[in-house]
């Protein structure tokens, strides 16, 4: 069975994050892509643990965090604070948690190194019940693909923002 991450990779090469294709049944499951660089890709999670859960992950297959070249760990680096401020500013949500498993014990499903950034909304009443359960393990909800076009081309958009603001105004990714 071929690698889900790998297959996206494939299907949205690196580009400008405003140029992504938004054709977002190029895979099946349909993708929502953020970002796609030479090294990384950051996309919608397909089932989100809360409205935003991004995962960002190598374009190149490595099973886990200590299979990553320096070259990569030093863009995973430079990227997570950086996807962090632009899905807060999106969603509102300025609390979330960054989670990276490595191997199947350690619940990691997709067996290709990837972090999870999921916002972590208020708990309102009707939050209460839900499970933030962490690891990768919790209430998941099947994601929306007209809610998730719409939020993907938000996100892009503020990433466009982002690196304006971290370049200085070259707006280079």
């Not at 953020?34 to 919608?44: D, G, K, Q, R, V």
């Not at 430079?78 to 350690?106: H, T, Y």
């Not at 916002?119 to 962490?134: D, G, Q, W």
């Amino acid at each position: 069975m071929a690698c889900p991450f790998c297959t996206i990779g494939t299907h949205y090469p690196p580009s400008k994050s405003s140029s992504i294709n938004p054709d977002y049944d190029l895979t099946a499951p349909a993708s929502f892509p953020i970002l796609s660089t030479p090294l990384l890709l950051a996309f919608l999670d397909i089932m989100p643990l809360a409205p935003g859960h991004l995962l960002v992950t190598t374009r190149q297959h490595h099973e886990k965090i200590s299979d990553v070249s320096e070259e990569e760990a030093a863009e995973l680096g430079r990227w997570l604070p950086r996807l962090s401020r632009v899905l807060a500013r999106v969603s509102g949500v300025w609390d979330w948690n960054i989670v990276q498993n490595n191997g199947a014990a350690a619940a990691q499903v997709v067996p290709h190194v990837h972090f999870h950034i999921i916002p972590r909304p208020a708990l309102t009443p009707e939050l209460r019940n839900r499970s933030f359960t962490m690891f990768g393990r919790g209430q998941r909800s099947e994601l929306d693909d007209e809610e998730a076009g719409d939020l993907a081309v938000r996100l892009r958009e503020e990433v466009e923002r982002e690196v304006s603001r971290c370049e200085g105004g070259k707006g280079k990714l």
